[in-house]
């Protein structure tokens, strides 16, 4: 009876289920280089040009928002795409979306509805903060262990979407099982649908039974590490990095609240004029629930609602910009007043830079430089909606070569360094699998250069913030304090006057904690140099 619902067959091509599986290299290299040249990825065994010759047909059987998410995680795993939909500045609308699944899988569904958008939000997001642990119980169940690793990635994906949903989005099973083997057998082949219904129908009896393979916390050090990396779904080098500062419960506490649905804030634009009570008057009529910040003026909190403030418009007119009060609080920390020269070092895309462009009442100028001329694009675009563009002034350089060859000095200097993103693990679900602890070496030198270099930039008695959006000591305390033996000239101005009490460590630096505060973390160090 489903079967009517199809408007064609979907799969037409043959399958060959008896040719072995590619192996995973050669699969990966092939689905990248596919999507640096925009082609179809090559999602089963039967490799790129079954994706290509198959009919491009409307399928209604498929539920649109696992189709999408599916074909989602696989962009993203491969680089092409970002986990959440606001990091491709609103463009993660249903067409798009719907378009990758017809390039990529051959067919497209229904269009998507806003409770698809919703569902594919969440199944994606959830999927990959879940990565680890939703492996750790797709490898228990499967007959063929080594088959794991040479999975289809696309088979991969189905699985994820499918255990995410039974383990922790507590769908109804029946329909879970039913719609992920719809769509493995629809966009891969009927075996792939049986191997996805074999295994999903294996979790449902064991989480019925409540004999899910759950690892144990036990042992040393590294296996409760392990253990623990599994159990939240973290890289193992980031566990054991935060028992070693903070503590097993902290730790524990830290990744509960990665793992959490974030919530975001938004900054009414007072560059165009627009105050929080307007803000809030426009929240009231799109019906989006929240919270005023207890710590920033212009600042509200949103849990849910994102989409109805993007799909209105807000942010392309400039009304409000999304800003998280932890960041908020480092222009607070800067505290730019009307008439100053200020240098944000590291601006693009933008976000302390509008906000600091904000507060000059149109006078006075924030230049931006950054070496990524497409953020600094989208830097100077925003600032045109925000109508702030006026006070600032864009240079694409690298900021060493810039601050060897520029005499002027400013009032105040911003170093929004380059930094690890630990304190943003919430926002940016895939973040954690992306960053090794080699990257956090390299990125400690990079700092240290940027920040000689940002030191170079202010004047006599002016100001100096240094800041990143991390909570690793060692980008943070440690790179001041190194700062500070090679440069004498500097001191600590501790923040008190600029942020509330909580926010402020021992050593008068501005600190957001995620368990502490419910905010990203973010980190900033007030400088001054000697007149
Ligand atoms: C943390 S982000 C800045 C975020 C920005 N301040 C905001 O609030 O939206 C760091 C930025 O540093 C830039 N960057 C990295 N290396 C740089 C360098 N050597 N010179 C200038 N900019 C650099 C990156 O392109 C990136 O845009």
Same mark, same amino acid.
């Given at each position: 009876m489903a079967h009517a619902l199809s408007l064609a067959v979907t799969v037409s091509v043959r399958t060959q289920e008896g040719s072995p599986f590619p192996s995973p290299s050669k699969s990966l290299k092939h689905a990248k280089r596919s999507l640096r040249q925009n082609k179809?990825?090559?999602?089963?065994?039967?490799?790129r040009d079954s994706a290509i010759h198959r009919p491009q047909k409307l399928n209604l059987e498929v539920s649109p928002h696992r189709a999408v998410s599916a074909v989602r995680l696989m962009r993203i795993e491969l680089g092409?795409?970002?986990?959440?939909?606001l990091n491709e500045r609103g463009k993660g609308s249903g067409d798009n979306e719907m378009g990758y699944v017809e390039r990529t899988l051959g067919f497209r569904t229904r269009d998507l509805d806003d409770r698809d958008l919703r569902l594919v939000t969440d199944v994606v997001g959830g999927t990959i903060r879940w990565r680890r642990f939703l492996d750790h119980l797709i490898l228990s169940l499967? %007959?063929?262990?080594?088959g794991f690793s040479r999975m289809e990635p696309l088979l991969l994906q189905i699985l994820r979407i499918g255990f995410y949903e039974i383990?922790?989005? %507590?769908?109804p099973a029946y329909a879970v099982v039913d719609e992920n083997v719809r769509l493995a057998k629809v966009a891969l082949r009927p075996g792939a649908g049986n191997m996805v219904n074999g295994i999903l129908r294996k979790l449902v009896l064991l989480k019925d039974n409540n004999s899910l393979p759950i690892p144990k916390v036990e042992g040393d050090d590294r296996l409760q590490a392990r253990a623990l990396a599994t159990l939240y779904s973290h890289p193992v080098w980031m566990v054991r990095r935060w028992t070693k500062y903070l503590g097993q419960e902290d730790t524990i506490r830290l990744m509960e609240w990665n793992n959490s649905e974030p919530s975001f804030s938004l900054r009414a634009n007072s560059g165009r004029g627009v105050t929080r009570a307007d803000l809030v008057k426009q929240l009231d009529l799109l019906e989006v629930p929240y919270e005023l910040s207890l710590t920033m003026d212009d600042f509200v909190r949103i849990k849910t609602g994102l989409q109805v403030v993007i799909q209105a418009g807000m942010l392309k007119e400039g009304k409000c910009a999304v800003q998280d009060e932890s960041a908020g609080m480092v222009v607070s920390v800067l505290d730019p007043q009307p008439g100053e020269s200020i240098i944000?070092?590291?601006?693009?895309?933008g976000g302390k830079t509008l906000f600091m462009a904000s507060q000059l009442c149109g006078q006075g100028v924030v230049s931006a430089i950054d070496i990524n001329k497409g953020r600094l694009r989208i830097l100077r675009e925003t600032a045109k909606l925000h109508k702030v563009n006026d006070v600032i002034a864009t240079i694409h350089a690298d900021l060493r070569d810039f601050a060897e060859s520029n005499p002027h000095k400013s009032d105040k200097v911003l170093l929004d360094t380059p930094c690890s993103g630990l304190g943003v693990l919430s926002k940016r679900a895939d973040l954690r699998w992306n960053k090794t602890l080699e990257d956090l070496e390299e990125l400690k030198t990079l700092q240290d250069e940027l920040l000689d270099a940002a030191s170079s930039l202010v004047k006599p008695g002016g100001v100096l913030v240094y800041c990143t959006c991390s909570i690793d000591p060692e980008e943070n305390e440690d790179r001041v304090a190194t700062f500070l033996l090679r440069h004498p000239e500097f001191r600590v101005d501790p923040v008190n006057k600029y942020v509330?009490?909580?926010?402020?460590?021992?050593?008068?630096f501005y600190n957001s904690n995620p368990i502490k505060h419910y905010l990203d973390g973010a980190f900033a160090a007030r400088l001054v140099r000697a007149l």
């Amino acid at each position: 009876m489903a079967h009517a619902l199809s408007l064609a067959v979907t799969v037409s091509v043959r399958t060959q289920e008896g040719s072995p599986f590619p192996s995973p290299s050669k699969s990966l290299k092939h689905a990248k280089r596919s999507l640096r040249q925009n082609k179809p990825v090559p999602t089963s065994r039967r490799g790129r040009d079954s994706a290509i010759h198959r009919p491009q047909k409307l399928n209604l059987e498929v539920s649109p928002h696992r189709a999408v998410s599916a074909v989602r995680l696989m962009r993203i795993e491969l680089g092409g795409a970002f986990a959440d939909l606001l990091n491709e500045r609103g463009k993660g609308s249903g067409d798009n979306e719907m378009g990758y699944v017809e390039r990529t899988l051959g067919f497209r569904t229904r269009d998507l509805d806003d409770r698809d958008l919703r569902l594919v939000t969440d199944v994606v997001g959830g999927t990959i903060r879940w990565r680890r642990f939703l492996d750790h119980l797709i490898l228990s169940l499967c %007959n063929d262990k080594n088959g794991f690793s040479r999975m289809e990635p696309l088979l991969l994906q189905i699985l994820r979407i499918g255990f995410y949903e039974i383990i922790k989005l %507590n769908m109804p099973a029946y329909a879970v099982v039913d719609e992920n083997v719809r769509l493995a057998k629809v966009a891969l082949r009927p075996g792939a649908g049986n191997m996805v219904n074999g295994i999903l129908r294996k979790l449902v009896l064991l989480k019925d039974n409540n004999s899910l393979p759950i690892p144990k916390v036990e042992g040393d050090d590294r296996l409760q590490a392990r253990a623990l990396a599994t159990l939240y779904s973290h890289p193992v080098w980031m566990v054991r990095r935060w028992t070693k500062y903070l503590g097993q419960e902290d730790t524990i506490r830290l990744m509960e609240w990665n793992n959490s649905e974030p919530s975001f804030s938004l900054r009414a634009n007072s560059g165009r004029g627009v105050t929080r009570a307007d803000l809030v008057k426009q929240l009231d009529l799109l019906e989006v629930p929240y919270e005023l910040s207890l710590t920033m003026d212009d600042f509200v909190r949103i849990k849910t609602g994102l989409q109805v403030v993007i799909q209105a418009g807000m942010l392309k007119e400039g009304k409000c910009a999304v800003q998280d009060e932890s960041a908020g609080m480092v222009v607070s920390v800067l505290d730019p007043q009307p008439g100053e020269s200020i240098i944000d070092c590291c601006a693009a895309p933008g976000g302390k830079t509008l906000f600091m462009a904000s507060q000059l009442c149109g006078q006075g100028v924030v230049s931006a430089i950054d070496i990524n001329k497409g953020r600094l694009r989208i830097l100077r675009e925003t600032a045109k909606l925000h109508k702030v563009n006026d006070v600032i002034a864009t240079i694409h350089a690298d900021l060493r070569d810039f601050a060897e060859s520029n005499p002027h000095k400013s009032d105040k200097v911003l170093l929004d360094t380059p930094c690890s993103g630990l304190g943003v693990l919430s926002k940016r679900a895939d973040l954690r699998w992306n960053k090794t602890l080699e990257d956090l070496e390299e990125l400690k030198t990079l700092q240290d250069e940027l920040l000689d270099a940002a030191s170079s930039l202010v004047k006599p008695g002016g100001v100096l913030v240094y800041c990143t959006c991390s909570i690793d000591p060692e980008e943070n305390e440690d790179r001041v304090a190194t700062f500070l033996l090679r440069h004498p000239e500097f001191r600590v101005d501790p923040v008190n006057k600029y942020v509330p009490e909580s926010f402020i460590t021992e050593r008068g630096f501005y600190n957001s904690n995620p368990i502490k505060h419910y905010l990203d973390g973010a980190f900033a160090a007030r400088l001054v140099r000697a007149l």
